[in-house]
């Protein structure tokens, strides 16, 4: 909308890390790592336990059979317990249990890694390629997995490994056998994965951009599924060690094999269990459960590679250090000029500092103190990047690690005249405040309306949530008046959002935010996805609706232009700090720090030297400030 251009020395370049370094983005992920590294799971002690029994198992299996005596040797001496001479004992025909359990390790190994392998890539192939390609090839493929899923598998299983004589059926066979049937459960997760991320933005800007089909599967959803098919290839491997076991235990194993079933098997003919020789089965059966332990323990550190979300928080250095080092050097907020009553303030914060604490923690919110008046429009204005969101965020405590409030406080004055500490609330406390005195529309509100679920039942949830005592007609009436409120026909009540233009979604996120008749409304950029009369149409509501209601409202855009029309005071962030925060026509006529004189200059006047905005003075009804002048901006 705007062609506010990032300033030289702004957040994005600018904002400095905890730690004092000056790195830009210093979230950047794993920055400073070569790009293997980058690939690997940070170590952690769940990884290392995960790397330490697959790994010694697997080097069991694998390097143990040559340093063992043929597991088939039978010795006269007959079932003995463990002793120096056999470390795991004899059975029932003397044969060495510890031979004959790495033999069998590496047989269930190559049986798991085998059908793990095999699984992922057949439900890869049904999944993935059916799902993005879709039509014919997708209903072929579909039936085919459905097919393969109302077959109950065990029975299957016997039935084809019955079908094979023994001779034939080596561990491949098994394995082969134990594939074939496994793989259509994890196709249909795939599948729809598939046909939610197909119809991403990224996914479509890749295809607009020309990109081939085998390459949009592979660079833009592969990578997406990745943890998907790490896990399924886990359960696959050990789903297949289970099953193997299984047949094994009723004959129709792997014959001429050693494999954990085997041995569990014969341990059950020799009466291993009634002749209390728990060196002959315990093994076999620890060994199962610690290998799918191991591997399930990977799988936790494969997911925190993809999903970075899941890393755990880094402990930083004293918050006080943080502060000070962050905020030393940079200039000194300009204070409101009117002396401010505490009975006309709704919201105070004051030194509020909130840092992402990720490898290369950011300072995102430093030192951030301001007030909010009963009834006021505050902007909050700034360049992308520069800690707009996450103050709000952490205003309404809605921000999740790993950003993390150091210091500082918020502070809501109820027209009650109770005063609540933010960041003291408990759980069930901040759900029954949120939304019921301070609410919130968020960035791209307007997408995040369920689809399939009708305007009327999403605007019912909130108030059967907040206002259980309120009876079905009383809801139903007033979802029907907030959609009045801000324009919409409440005919529009049984639509669902994907009947509704954008403007019409973004009115009804605003409805729901004014539903429980909120004091403080928080809207991070409300209207930018909008065209400019559409948006004019929703900022004049919000003024509209403010004048009659009463409700404050914090209102977060990089857009300071529009702020100078829309707000009674604005705050200037930059790089985490607030730079300038004056009322709106001291910051147009008056800007007193560069940057906001930069920020100002940054948009083109069609007319004049700078700015093709001039201030309409709609918003000051309630102040009763002259309006300025004609808008340029609303064409
Ligand atoms: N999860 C995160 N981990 C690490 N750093 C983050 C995270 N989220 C945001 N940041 C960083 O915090 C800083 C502030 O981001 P924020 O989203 O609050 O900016 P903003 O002013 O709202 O930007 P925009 O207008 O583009 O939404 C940025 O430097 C950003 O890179």
Same mark, same amino acid.
């Given at each position: 909308?705007?062609?506010?251009?990032?300033?030289?020395?702004?957040? @994005?370049?600018?904002?400095?890390?905890?730690? =004092?370094?000056?790195?830009?983005?210093?979230?950047?992920?794993?920055?400073?790592?070569?790009?293997?590294?980058?690939?690997?799971?940070?170590?952690?002690?769940?990884?290392?336990?995960?790397?330490?029994? &697959?790994?010694?198992?697997?080097?069991?299996?694998?390097?143990?059979?040559?340093?063992?005596?043929?597991?088939?040797?039978?010795?006269?001496?007959?079932?003995?317990?463990?002793?120096?001479?056999?470390?795991?004992?004899?059975?029932?025909?003397?044969?060495?249990?510890?031979?004959?359990?790495?033999?069998?390790?590496?047989?269930?190994?190559?049986?798991?890694?085998? &059908?793990?392998?095999?699984?992922? *890539?057949?439900?890869?192939?049904?999944?993935?390629?059916?799902?993005?390609?879709?039509?014919?090839?997708?209903?072929?493929?579909?039936?085919?997995?459905?097919?393969?899923?109302?077959?109950?598998? $065990?029975?299957?299983?016997?039935?084809?490994?019955?079908?094979?004589?023994?001779?034939?059926?080596?561990?491949?066979?098994?394995?082969?056998?134990?594939?074939?049937?496994?793989? #259509?459960?994890?196709?249909?997760?795939?599948?729809?994965?598939?046909?939610?991320?197909? !119809?991403?933005?990224?996914?479509?800007?890749?295809?607009?951009?020309?990109?081939?089909?085998?390459?949009?599967?592979?660079?833009?959803?592969?990578?997406?599924?990745?943890?998907?098919?790490?896990?399924?290839?886990?359960?696959?491997?050990?789903?297949?060690?289970?099953?193997?076991?299984? /047949?094994?235990?009723? =004959?129709?194993?792997?014959?001429?094999?050693?494999?954990?079933?085997?041995?569990?098997?014969?341990?059950?003919?020799?009466?291993? $269990?009634?002749? @209390?020789?728990?060196?002959?089965?315990?093994?076999?059966?620890?060994? %199962?459960?610690?290998?799918?332990?191991?591997?399930?323990?990977?799988?936790?550190?494969?997911?925190?590679?993809? !999903?970075?979300?899941?890393?755990?928080?880094?402990?930083?250095?004293?918050?006080?250090?943080?502060?000070?080092?962050?905020?030393?050097?940079?200039?000194?907020?300009?204070?409101?000029?009117?002396?401010?009553?505490?009975?006309? /303030?709704?919201?105070?914060?004051?030194?509020?500092?909130?840092?992402?604490?990720?490898?290369?923690?950011?300072?995102?919110?430093?030192?951030?103190?301001?007030?909010?008046?009963?009834?006021?429009?505050?902007?909050?204005?700034?360049?992308? =990047?520069?800690?707009?969101?996450?103050?709000?965020?952490?205003?309404?405590?809605?921000?999740?690690?790993?950003?993390?409030?150091?210091?500082?406080?918020?502070?809501?004055?109820?027209?009650?005249?109770?005063?609540?500490?933010?960041?003291?609330?408990?759980?069930? @406390?901040?759900?029954?405040?949120?939304?019921?005195?301070?609410?919130?529309?968020?960035?791209?509100?307007?997408?995040? $309306?369920?689809?399939?679920?009708?305007?009327?039942?999403?605007?019912?949830?909130?108030?059967?949530?907040?206002?259980?005592?309120?009876?079905?007609?009383?809801?139903?009436?007033?979802?029907?008046?907030?959609?009045?409120?801000? =324009? *919409? +026909?409440?005919?529009?009540?049984?639509?669902?959002?994907?009947?509704?233009?954008?403007?019409?979604?973004?009115?009804?996120?605003?409805?729901? #935010?004014?539903?429980?008749?909120?004091?403080?409304? %928080?809207?991070?950029?409300?209207?930018? #996805?909008?065209?400019?009369? *559409?948006?004019?149409?929703?900022?004049?509501?919000?003024?509209?609706?403010? +004048?009659? /209601?009463?409700?404050? *409202?914090?209102?977060?855009?990089? +857009? /300071?232009?529009?702020?100078?029309?829309?707000?009674?005071?604005?705050?200037?962030?930059?790089?985490?700090?607030?730079?300038?925060?004056?009322?709106?026509? @001291?910051?147009?006529?008056?800007?007193?720090?560069?940057?906001?004189?930069?920020?100002?200059?940054?948009?083109?006047?069609?007319?004049?030297?700078?700015?093709?905005?001039?201030?309409?003075?709609?918003?000051? #009804?309630?102040?009763?400030?002259?309006?300025?002048?004609? !808008?340029?901006?609303?064409?």
């Amino acid at each position: 909308m705007t062609n506010l251009s990032p300033l030289p020395g702004g957040a @994005e370049d600018s904002a400095p890390p905890v730690g =004092g370094t000056t790195d830009p983005i210093a979230s950047a992920p794993r920055r400073g790592k070569s790009g293997l590294r980058a690939l690997l799971p940070s170590w952690s002690p769940k990884l290392g336990i995960g790397l330490f029994l &697959v790994l010694g198992i697997a080097l069991f299996g694998l390097i143990g059979p040559p340093f063992f005596s043929n597991p088939n040797a039978i010795d006269p001496i007959g079932m003995t317990e463990p002793s120096g001479e056999y470390l795991l004992g004899t059975t029932q025909t003397g044969q060495d249990v510890l031979a004959q359990l790495t033999h069998s390790t590496r047989g269930s190994l190559q049986i798991g890694l085998l &059908v793990g392998v095999l699984a992922t *890539v057949l439900s890869a192939i049904f999944g993935i390629i059916g799902g993005y390609v879709g039509g014919a090839l997708d209903e072929g493929f579909s039936l085919l997995t459905n097919v393969m899923l109302v077959i109950p598998g $065990l029975p299957l299983v016997i039935v084809v490994a019955g079908f094979v004589p023994p001779e034939d059926r080596g561990w491949w066979t098994v394995a082969l056998v134990l594939a074939v049937t496994g793989w #259509a459960a994890a196709a249909r997760v795939l599948r729809a994965q598939t046909l939610s991320l197909r !119809n991403r933005d990224y996914v479509a800007a890749a295809k607009v951009a020309g990109e081939r089909p085998w390459r949009i599967v592979s660079v833009e959803i592969l990578p997406n599924l990745l943890p998907l098919l790490a896990s399924q290839f886990v359960f696959a491997v050990i789903a297949a060690i289970l099953a193997e076991a299984g /047949l094994s235990f009723l =004959g129709l194993g792997a014959s001429n094999s050693h494999t954990l079933g085997t041995m569990l098997y014969f341990a059950q003919n020799g009466f291993a $269990l009634q002749y @209390e020789a728990w060196w002959w089965f315990v093994p076999p059966g620890l060994i %199962i459960a610690l290998f799918g332990c191991g591997l399930a323990l990977i799988n936790f550190s494969i997911d925190e590679i993809i !999903n970075p979300k899941l890393r755990q928080p880094r402990k930083v250095k004293a918050v006080g250090d943080v502060a000070q080092a962050a905020v030393a050097g940079h200039v000194a907020v300009t204070e409101p000029a009117p002396a401010e009553r505490r009975e006309d /303030l709704v919201l105070t914060v004051e030194g509020l500092n909130v840092v992402y604490q990720t490898e290369r923690p950011v300072h995102a919110v430093k030192d951030v103190s301001l007030t909010l008046r009963r009834g006021e429009i505050l902007g909050l204005a700034g360049e992308s =990047g520069c800690g707009k969101t996450t103050l709000a965020y952490a205003i309404n405590r809605l921000h999740r690690p790993p950003a993390e409030v150091t210091e500082g406080t918020a502070v809501f004055h109820d027209r009650e005249g109770q005063d609540i500490d933010l960041l003291a609330l408990e759980r069930e @406390e901040l759900r029954a405040f949120r939304w019921s005195k301070l609410s919130m529309v968020f960035q791209g509100a307007m997408n995040s $309306l369920n689809p399939v679920i009708s305007i009327h039942e999403q605007l019912d949830d909130v108030l059967l949530t907040h206002r259980p005592d309120m009876g079905k007609a009383e809801r139903r009436e007033r979802c029907a008046e907030v959609l009045t409120l801000v =324009g *919409v +026909d409440p005919q529009r009540l049984h639509s669902f959002p994907h009947e509704l233009s954008g403007g019409m979604r973004q009115r009804v996120m605003i409805a729901m #935010a004014m539903l429980l008749n909120p004091q403080v409304m %928080i809207m991070d950029e409300p209207t930018t #996805a909008l065209d400019v009369v *559409v948006q004019r149409g929703i900022l004049r509501e919000i003024i509209r609706l403010r +004048d009659e /209601l009463g409700f404050a *409202v914090i209102f977060i855009t990089h +857009d /300071l232009p529009l702020l100078l029309e829309l707000t009674d005071r604005i705050a200037v962030m930059r790089a985490g700090e607030i730079v300038e925060y004056a009322p709106a026509e @001291e910051i147009y006529a008056n800007p007193r720090h560069e940057y906001t004189r930069k920020l100002l200059e940054s948009f083109p006047s069609l007319t004049g030297e700078r700015g093709s905005f001039i201030r309409t003075g709609e918003s000051s #009804a309630r102040s009763g400030r002259p309006a300025a002048g004609a !808008n340029e901006r609303a064409q």
